[in-house]
């Protein structure tokens, strides 16, 4: 089993949509987890970070599930401007480096 | 704030040309460093992780190597390039939040060789 695995999609999408990505791992040890996002042909960028109890930052959800060792993000009222690539994101074993999944590319159109 | 530059943008070099890019930090001090690699649609794969100077670990074998010879300075060679190296090549940085380290990247080299 891959360390972190995604969905590729795409997902395509009408603006105002609700979007749910989910991502599994495979290190029940794994203590600290993110999304990134990926915009084409650029540098990932920290969307946010997932923490035990879920969070929230404006239209984005992240949600973490030790027990079935998933995340999920969810994109509420989605704008064109979300059209990327989300990577889901852990530390490995040892902490002191992130392991990346290969990303779920979302397209959000008008 | 911290910064981080990476040079050059692009780049296309010769089979059996060496290599080298540099990655600089600014406005922090004692970082993780990290090279990664992304080909053509594919994930990124981490490549060295740098904890301090002179400190550099190596995730896959292959012909990269990387050093650090000063506490924000991070340089990832390579003696002779093969045409699997092609990709794009990012540099990061680890700022440590409690238990988590986020990683933030320079803008990436678009390494080609032909």
């Known amino acids: 089993r891959k360390e972190v695995e995604q969905d590729p999609g795409p997902f395509n999408v009408p603006e105002g949509a609700t979007v749910a990505f989910n991502c599994t791992y495979s290190?029940?040890?794994?203590?600290?987890f993110f999304w990134y996002r990926q915009d084409c042909r650029k540098e990932p960028k920290l969307l946010m970070s997932?923490?035990?109890s879920g969070n929230e930052d404006g239209r984005f959800t992240a949600q973490l599930n030790r027990a079935s060792q998933y995340i999920s993000l969810l994109i509420r009222d989605s704008k064109l401007s979300d059209s990327a690539t989300y990577l889901c994101?852990?530390?490995?074993?040892?902490?002191?480096?992130?392991?990346f999944g290969k990303g779920t590319t979302l397209s959000v159109s008008s | 704030s911290q910064t981080i530059h990476q040079w050059p943008a692009t780049l296309v070099q010769p089979v059996g040309s060496p290599l080298s890019l540099e990655c600089t930090v600014e406005?922090?001090?004692?970082?993780?460093l990290y090279w990664y690699r992304q080909a053509a649609g594919r994930g990124l794969q981490l490549l060295f992780y740098?904890?301090?100077?002179?400190?550099i670990s190596s995730e896959v074998p292959q012909n990269l190597s990387a050093s650090r010879p000063q506490d924000r300075q991070f340089i990832l060679s390579s003696k002779k390039l093969l045409l699997s190296d092609s990709g794009f090549y990012l540099c990061?940085?680890?700022?440590?939040?409690?238990?988590?380290?986020?990683?933030?990247f320079g803008q990436g080299t678009r390494l080609t060789v032909v």
């Open positions: 990061a940085w680890g700022r440590k939040r409690g238990a988590n380290t986020e990683a933030f």
């Open positions: 290190n029940s040890a794994s203590q600290s």
């Open positions: 997932v923490y035990s």
């Open positions: 994101v852990l530390h490995n074993q040892a902490g002191t480096a992130l392991i």
């Open positions: 406005g922090t001090s004692n970082p993780n």
């Open positions: 740098s904890v301090g100077i002179g400190q």
